[in-house]
């Protein structure tokens, strides 16, 4: 049912110019949409898909590449900018990681994971040629979500949004991981910005150095 679901998105998005333009707006190209397998939703009848209509469309996979969930960003001016598939049996929202499952090599073979709040962050540091990057899907990194990359990487660096609302974020992670015992960095990004748009900005390289430092 989920594939299929994906593979009408990944139509909706090849029949949509408007949501083209807003992706390649957004700094992507055709070959990081395909690797994502990034889609669209348009005016559907299916109830259930109903709830992502007007929304960029990103796949969430188990690390064993298992679809497992979809998120939805929104084109359109909705005043609520995402939305994620309800919780499911295969789907908890605090013990998943948006892009683990194409993450995993490039964080054993770099030695640490970046974790970052949004999707787009994600794709645009991908973009950019970051491939050890993960997302919490806008929540605090959680206990069990850290657990997980154990399995990866010898440490971790959050990277959240510059304004205060990643401020919030970066200390409720703080909290969440109190006692965890695993090394982790924070970057703080100034002017602000977010991971996709200081990269857009500022480029790969000037990231990367942030996050070494």
């Given at each position: 049912?989920?594939?299929?679901?994906?593979?009408?998105?990944?139509?909706?998005?090849?029949?949509?110019?408007?949501?083209?333009?807003?992706?390649?707006?957004?700094?992507?190209?055709?070959?990081?949409?395909?690797?994502?397998?990034?889609?669209?939703?348009?005016?559907?009848?299916?109830?259930?898909?109903?709830?992502?209509?007007?929304?960029?469309?990103?796949?969430?996979?188990?690390?064993?590449?298992?679809?497992?969930?979809?998120?939805?960003?929104?084109?359109?001016?909705?005043?609520?900018?995402?939305?994620?598939?309800?919780?499911?049996?295969?789907?908890?929202?605090?013990?998943?990681?948006?892009?683990?499952?194409?993450?995993?090599?490039?964080?054993?073979?770099?030695?640490?994971?970046?974790?970052?709040?949004?999707?787009?962050?994600?794709?645009?540091?991908?973009?950019?040629?970051?491939?050890?990057?993960?997302?919490?899907?806008?929540?605090?990194?959680?206990?069990?979500?850290?657990?997980?990359?154990?399995?990866?990487?010898?440490?971790?660096?959050?990277?959240?949004?510059?304004?205060?609302?990643?401020?919030?974020?970066?200390?409720?992670?703080?909290?969440?991981?109190?006692?965890?015992?695993?090394?982790?960095?924070?970057?703080?990004?100034?002017?602000?910005?977010?991971?996709?748009?200081?990269?857009?900005?500022?480029?790969?390289?000037?990231?990367?150095r942030l996050v070494n430092e």
């Open positions: 049912m989920l594939t299929e679901d994906l593979e009408y998105f990944r139509e909706s998005l090849r029949a949509t110019p408007q949501a083209q333009e807003y992706l390649e707006n957004r700094g992507l190209s055709a070959e990081t949409i395909d690797v994502m397998e990034i889609g669209y939703c348009g005016r559907t009848d299916k109830q259930s898909l109903y709830r992502f209509s007007g929304r960029v469309i990103f796949p969430i996979f188990n690390p064993a590449c298992d679809l497992i969930a979809f998120g939805g960003r929104t084109i359109i001016g909705s005043p609520e900018k995402y939305i994620n598939s309800p919780e499911s049996p295969i789907y908890s929202k605090s013990r998943v990681l948006y892009n683990l499952d194409k993450a995993q090599d490039h964080i054993l073979e770099r030695g640490y994971a970046i974790v970052v709040e949004g999707y787009f962050d994600v794709a645009v540091l991908w973009e950019w040629g970051i491939r050890n990057v993960v997302s919490t899907c806008g929540t605090a990194i959680t206990k069990y979500q850290l657990r997980l990359l154990k399995r990866y990487a010898d440490w971790v660096s959050i990277c959240y949004d510059g304004d205060q609302a990643g401020s919030r974020a970066a200390a409720r992670a703080a909290e969440n991981l109190a006692g965890e015992r695993f090394p982790i960095k924070t970057v703080s990004l100034p002017d602000g910005m977010d991971p996709d748009e200081f990269v857009s900005t500022h480029g790969g390289v000037h990231f990367m």
